[in-house]
């Protein structure tokens, strides 16, 4: 069993930044892939970012160029540097971690939700104009 944890959010000016931290505790395996998602009430879960083990990333075109995933594997922590917020990047923001190399057989590794196994309980970013 893995538990998750978000911290970061909190509410910003248009066009501030936030970062996000995800940490990790239980039984994590050497081979993942972590991703960043963000859900918005009465609209549907959009994964924005995806990291695998390996180091490679993924990035929504909503997030693209303002948004950096990285983790930091000594620490079990994932983070999501935002930058050049917008109100629309208003949501609660969730981490997920799906274990194994599954995801070096899709073409990115910011995967559909439903392949991840685990998932923290989420974070409120809220952006005003």
């Known amino acids: 069993q893995v538990h998750l944890v978000e911290s970061g959010g909190g509410a910003v000016q248009d066009g501030g930044s936030l970062r996000l931290s995800c940490g990790a505790s239980?039984?994590?395996?050497?081979?993942?892939?972590m991703g960043w998602f963000r859900q918005v009430p009465g609209k549907k879960r959009e994964g924005i970012a995806g990291?695998?083990?390996?180091?490679?990333?993924s990035y929504a075109d909503s997030v693209k160029g303002r948004f950096t995933i990285s983790q930091d594997n000594a620490k079990n922590t994932l983070y999501l540097q935002m930058n050049s917020l917008e109100p629309e990047d208003t949501a609660i923001y969730y981490c997920a971690v799906d274990f194994g190399s599954k995801y070096k057989d899709f073409p990115t590794p910011l995967l559909p939700d439903y392949e991840y196994k685990f998932w923290g309980q989420g974070t409120q970013v809220t952006v005003s104009s």
């Open positions: 990291i695998g083990s390996d180091g490679t990333t």
């Open positions: 239980g039984a994590m395996h050497s081979s993942n892939c």
